[in-house]
């Protein structure tokens, strides 16, 4: 068998050397955000390892057309785990259902993993353990910008000053890339920033730009914009709790009966750990409870209520079925009392 051989000119070989090296400096350092809820894998369509929520920051270590590939690093309750020697895997998801990942010990809910997902333990405290697994998410849920060093922050939008404007006014121009803009340095995501968008600078603090963006938004006329415009009062318990992902993030008005003013113990992993929320239950007796977690600056007033008073709250649903006992979960919004 006779095997041609090809020699290629020096121009074609410069040629793809130029465009590996291109495509090599494109990944280095590149970072994301997630811009909607979205499954992690193993592999590329591989096995599900878990859910990611919108917002959350990710580097990438490698990427295709459709796929992402990073770190996952983030803190699990230690007693959903239990040890396993499978490679450098020394931790394995063992709770029923699975269990949730958060930023610290205790800390913000960033997403849930599966049960039976494989970890490696990267730092111990008392009841959680920080673990890191390599996985892959879908590169269209994903809103890339700003490629740095290695470990870059999210949230770097690669801003450039493009002139002073008018009356002395700082202006700066955003970068060729997709930029996520932050309710405060490192905080959760508020938009993304089109590309070559002007922005008025408010305030820097170090490498951080407060900035000021304006623009138009479709309000029809006689639309209502009171703080109820968007709340719904014809969801039922049994609909929210048959469909919780369809209601996730939903708000709506219920009427209820307060019965005691409760913390979260550890265990239950909807909650932050000592977070405070009313017990309740659907108004008429039924046996059917809610729960309606506590911001710190609404604690007092709740403090305030009396056991079996009846009050009609405004809420945000958290999750519409609780893993420990399967009750929706809501985020006080306000609440007051029905005579």
């Avoid at 138009?216 to 609909?239: H, Y």
Wanted: hydrophobic share 40%; net charge negative.
């Amino acid at each position: 068998m006779i095997v041609r051989s090809r020699r290629l000119r020096a121009p074609s070989i410069l040629c793809i050397l130029c465009s590996l090296f291109t495509f090599g400096e494109f990944l280095e350092g590149q970072s994301g955000t997630l811009t909607k809820e979205e499954n992690f894998r193993a592999q590329q369509n591989g096995t599900l390892l878990g859910q990611l929520r919108a917002g959350m920051s990710l580097e990438v270590l490698e990427a295709t057309d459709d796929w992402l590939q990073f770190d996952l690093d983030a803190w699990v309750w230690t007693r959903s785990l239990q040890a396993v020697n499978r490679g450098r895997f020394d931790l394995v998801v063992s709770a029923e259902g699975g269990e949730n990942i958060r930023g610290g010990p205790g800390g913000e809910i960033l997403g849930h993993l599966e049960q039976g997902t494989l970890l490696e333990t990267m730092e111990r405290v008392p009841g959680w353990a920080r673990v890191r697994r390599r996985a892959w998410v879908w590169r269209n849920s994903v809103a890339l910008f700003g490629a740095g060093s290695p470990g870059a922050s999210a949230g770097r939008s690669n801003l450039t000053v493009s002139s002073s404007g008018v009356d002395g006014e700082e202006w700066a121009l955003g970068g060729a890339a997709d930029a996520p803009i932050l309710s405060a340095p490192d905080g959760d995501t508020l938009a993304i920033l089109a590309p070559r968008t002007n922005l008025r600078v408010l305030a820097r603090e170090g490498n951080w730009t407060r900035v000021r963006l304006e623009g138009w938004v479709w309000l029809p006329e006689g639309a209502d914009q009171g703080p109820g415009a968007s709340f719904r009062t014809d969801v039922t318990r049994a609909s929210v709790v048959a469909a919780p992902d369809d209601y996730r993030g939903q708000v709506l008005q219920w009427d209820l009966q307060f019965i005691s003013l409760e913390r979260a113990e550890e265990i239950r992993t909807d909650f932050y750990a000592t977070e405070p929320f009313l017990l309740t239950r659907m108004r008429g007796g039924e046996e059917a409870f809610v729960y309606v977690a506590i911001p710190p600056e609404r604690l007092g007033e709740a403090q305030g209520l009396n056991p079996l008073e009846h009050i009609r709250v405004l809420g945000r649903i958290r999750t519409g079925s609780a893993r420990l006992t399967g009750n929706p979960i809501l985020e006080l919004l306000s609440f007051e009392r029905i005579p």
